[in-house]
């Protein structure tokens, strides 16, 4: 299995770890960690977000949180973030959703990583490849992305009671024919839940809410 951004790393000297794990019936951050057998704050998400000024940025947080984005819009001195489509996260990281690695990219991104993740012995960060995923410390991160740790974040509950990525964008999913939304409408999971139940696509994988 190739796995491109493992030249990053190589290049820094620093050790490659990687993990596969089965992605059979695997929907998310909270199933990865269980088939990994580790907890969901320490497998990170990547997430990219487009700012007012049209410039694009990646938040690394953790699998149990969610982004405080009053913080993200102070810190990135932005009137406005927010996530960025399909395909402007594919054109600006060469990735699809579900597979991208916090390093690598098509892309310099400037990059933001969770302070909480300093708190974590072991990360575990996409490759690039589903199914893969690197075990770093969080030192390391920061050394590969070249960022730092910043408070963007807050813990969400409700996001593992619930085994849903709520910091991910969705779309309702429109190759269902019975689908009643169009191919355009970009919600958040909060909305969605807000809206009662229909088929949803998160992260490539449709989603009954």
């Known amino acids: ?22 992605t059979k019936d ?37 699998g149990d949180s969610r982004l405080n ?3 993200l819009k102070k810190l990135l001195d932005e009137k406005d973030v927010m996530m960025a489509k399909p395909d402007e996260i ?8 579900g597979a991208i690695p916090a390093f690598g ?7 933001v990583i969770a302070s909480n993740l300093k708190d974590q012995d072991k990360l575990y960060v996409g490759t690039g490849v589903y199914g ?8 390391e991160l920061i050394k590969v992305t070249n960022s730092s740790f910043e408070d963007v974040v807050k813990l969400d509950k409700d996001a593992v009671t619930k085994n849903i990525d709520i ?15 169009d191919s355009d409408s970009f919600i958040t999971v ?7 139940e229909g088929a949803v696509s998160l992260r490539g994988w449709v989603y009954r809410i």
């Open 1 to 22: 299995m190739e796995i491109k951004s493992q030249n990053v790393l190589e290049k820094l000297k620093l050790p490659v770890n990687v993990v596969e794990f089965d």
């Open 69 to 71: 984005y009053k913080a």
């Open 90 to 97: 594919k054109e600006q990281t060469g990735y699809d959703l």
């Open 132 to 139: 893969y995923d690197f075990v770093m410390s969080p030192d």
């Open 190 to 196: 909060d909305d969605a839940l807000q809206k009662g």
């Open 26 to 62: 695997t929907k998310g951050v909270i199933e990865i960690a269980q088939k990994l057998g580790v907890e969901p704050k320490q497998v990170v998400k990547t997430l990219v977000l487009k700012g007012k000024s049209e410039t694009f940025y990646m938040c690394v947080v953790g």
């Open 105 to 111: 990219l098509k892309n310099e991104l400037k990059t």
């Open 167 to 181: 910091n991910y964008e969705i779309e309702y999913n429109p190759m269902k024919e019975d689908s009643k939304y």
